[in-house]
């Protein structure tokens, strides 16, 4: 089956443009994560979201950032007034959601290049 | 806090040398879950393997092999006979089990990479 997919593959944007990222998870996985990859931080946690529960935001780097899942399936990372360290790969990742406190794997995206000028 | 330290910010190796990525964690759960992926030039990150902190058995998969001692906090990647198609950065990653709120959902925190390098 179709892995995750992300879009667009690459941006290039201005200095305080905002930008919106696109993941779409694999078919039933009710798991999606966002990291973001970048040559100083390496790869970081930004956020998650599982099921219709809260999201987990704790890994936002700023208020600039956000994300929202629509239907339980694909999910947009928006950037406000983007900045120059805002630089990076961003990576989207899903998984099953095992329940029993029991860990799954993630499957990750090819990611979107985010450049900003 | 968690973290994941892999020392070897680069390795070159010649064809069909054996190589050994190291990766050493923290963590003060007793439950955690370790991982292996790889990022090969396209950028994609594929996962190579999962292991859960009550299993310490090794396991081999065709030339790739894992060492998982709780002992030394170390979860060691080895890969024998080593190909120009094992090119790529290779990340360690841990989770913990966080069994009170949402189960499942991991947050990933990764070492920063071991760069491959395999050369002919």
């Known amino acids: 089956g179709a892995g995750v997919s992300q879009s667009p593959s690459n941006k290039v944007t201005e200095k305080g443009k905002d930008v919106e990222l696109r993941c779409d998870p694999i078919s039933g996985h009710t798991a999606l994560y966002w990291y973001r990859q970048s040559l100083g931080q390496g790869l970081e946690f930004l956020i998650y979201f599982q099921g219709n529960s809260a999201p987990d935001k704790s890994g936002l780097p700023s208020d600039r950032f956000s994300a929202e899942r629509t239907g339980g399936s694909v999910s947009t990372l928006t950037i406000q007034r983007t900045q120059q360290e805002d630089s990076a790969v961003y990576l989207c990742?899903?998984?099953?959601?095992?329940?029993?406190?029991?860990?799954?794997?993630?499957?990750f995206g090819p990611g979107t290049r985010l450049t900003v000028l | 806090a968690q973290k994941v330290t892999q020392a070897q910010t680069e390795i070159s190796v010649v064809e069909k040398e054996d190589v050994t990525l190291d990766c050493v964690y923290e963590t003060r759960d007793t439950t955690y879950y370790l991982f292996w992926y790889k990022q090969p030039p396209s950028g994609e990150l594929v996962f190579l393997i999962r292991r859960n902190s009550f299993d310490e058995q090794n396991e081999i998969s065709g030339r790739y092999s894992w060492n998982f001692q709780k002992s030394t906090s170390s979860f060691n990647f080895t890969i024998t006979a080593s190909q120009v198609v094992d090119s790529a950065v290779y990340f360690c990653?841990?989770?913990?089990?966080?069994?009170?709120?949402?189960?499942?959902?991991?947050?990933?925190?990764f070492g920063q990479g071991t760069r491959l390098t395999i050369n002919p």
């Open positions: 990742a899903s998984s099953l959601g095992v329940a029993g406190g029991l860990t799954d794997t993630q499957y």
């Open positions: 990653a841990l989770s913990e089990v966080e069994i009170m709120t949402i189960q499942g959902a991991q947050k990933l925190v």
